[in-house]
């Protein structure tokens, strides 16, 4: 089974601070995905990357970056938090559309809270 | 744009007892993906269930089952002899073989003892 790994879980943070999500998947998957879960609003997507060193924004890209160096791994900075980034962060993959039938693998989520 | 609602913020039904979770979505593809995700309280988000647009045939996996109507744009979920463990958020998807995915807005689903 695809596995997605999200470096943290739970992180607290104080305004202003920089924040490093890391998620890493094991299967070969083109595409990658950082999604934020916020209660009524479903989930709505950040950034997504199809290939290495390629990235493309969302609904809601401000306020982040994100960086894929490799193909296993994406990450998604908060370069200065702000409290309105207090959320769930969801980070997916998927293969690249050209193979075939689509499925998201999601990671555990890393909760954010921003005092 | 593909659109993706769900009417039922919140519903309940009894165990062992049948639900049917409702979704309905907007697109102009011919070609596409329609899945149900569960996420368990503080738990992984999973799939529980996928159609592809050009397959007349209702998917069913197990005790899920879908009732997908292409004409009106409707995907819904059935869950029959509800457990405890199907108490979740319940998030429709669709996909329209790009690169991207659209999710609704979620179902929060408890099963009463």
């Known amino acids: 089974d695809v596995k997605v790994t999200q470096s943290s879980r739970y992180l607290v943070k104080r305004t202003g601070e920089k924040v490093f999500l890391e998620c890493v998947q094991d299967?070969?998957?083109?595409?990658m995905f950082w999604y934020r879960q916020d209660p009524g609003l479903g989930l709505r997507l950040i950034y997504f990357s199809y290939d290495v060193k390629m990235k493309e924004k969302g609904d809601i890209p401000e306020g982040y970056s994100v960086s894929r160096e490799k193909k296993e791994r994406f990450s998604l900075i908060l370069e200065s938090t702000s409290t309105n980034q207090t959320s769930m962060y969801l980070c997916?993959?998927?293969?690249?559309?050209?193979?075939?039938?689509?499925?998201?693998?999601f990671g555990a989520g890393s909760r954010l809270t921003v005092l | 744009a593909q659109t993706v609602t769900q009417s039922q913020p919140e519903m309940s039904v009894q165990e062992a007892e049948t639900v049917t979770l409702s979704c309905t979505y907007d697109t102009s593809e011919n070609n596409y993906y329609l899945f149900w995700y569960k996420q368990p309280p503080s738990r992984q988000m999973i799939l529980v269930i996928r159609?592809?647009?050009?397959?007349?045939q209702n998917a069913t996996e197990n005790r899920f089952s879908v009732n997908f109507q292409k004409a009106a744009k409707s995907f819904s979920l059935k869950i029959s002899d509800s457990q405890l463990g199907d108490t979740a958020m319940y998030f429709c998807?669709?996909?329209?073989?790009?690169?991207?995915?659209?999710f609704g807005t979620g179902t929060s689903l408890t099963v009463i003892p």
């Open positions: 299967m070969d998957h083109e595409n």
């Open positions: 998807a669709f996909w329209d073989t790009g690169n991207q995915f659209y």
């Open positions: 997916a993959s998927s293969l690249g559309p050209s193979r075939g039938a689509n499925v998201l693998t």
């Open positions: 159609q592809e647009a050009y397959k007349q």
